[in-house]
């Protein structure tokens, strides 16, 4: 459940770097390196620049996480809480462990044969 939450809140950012169609970086914690082929801006104020058009283009892709974490037990009613109960605790049973040879009458002595009765009785299994 953990692990749920901590993927539900995580943000991320992956920055990429193409010159032309051609990927030539990507980064995912930090900004992308470029290839060095950048349109520097002209600093002539005289108006006989000549613009071109740049072949390079960086893209972002940002995933944003949850914010707020709410409990959700309060939207549940009594018998949905009773089933969700029930379901856990149904689940971690399935974990427990028995002894395969488990006896209740370990503890116990058998009673002891003051007589033996075949004998009295005369009764003989042949």
Do not use: W
């Not at 950048?38 to 996480?65: A, F, H, Y």
């Amino acid at each position: 459940m953990a692990f749920v939450v901590l993927l539900s809140t995580l943000s991320f950012t992956v920055e990429a770097h193409y010159c032309g169609d051609t990927l030539v970086d990507s980064s995912l914690f930090q900004e992308a390196e470029s290839c060095g082929m950048e349109m520097q801006k002209s600093t002539d104020e005289d108006g006989c620049s000549v613009s071109m058009k740049n072949c390079c283009s960086d893209e972002q892709l940002v995933l944003d996480g949850q914010k707020e974490l709410k409990s959700s037990s309060e939207n549940l009613t009594q018998d949905q809480q009773l089933l969700v109960f029930s379901f856990v605790y149904s689940y971690l049973d399935l974990f427990e462990e028995f002894e395969e040879n488990s006896s209740a009458y370990l503890d116990y002595r058998p009673p002891l044969v003051t007589h033996r009765i075949y004998k009295l009785v005369e009764s003989y299994l042949i």
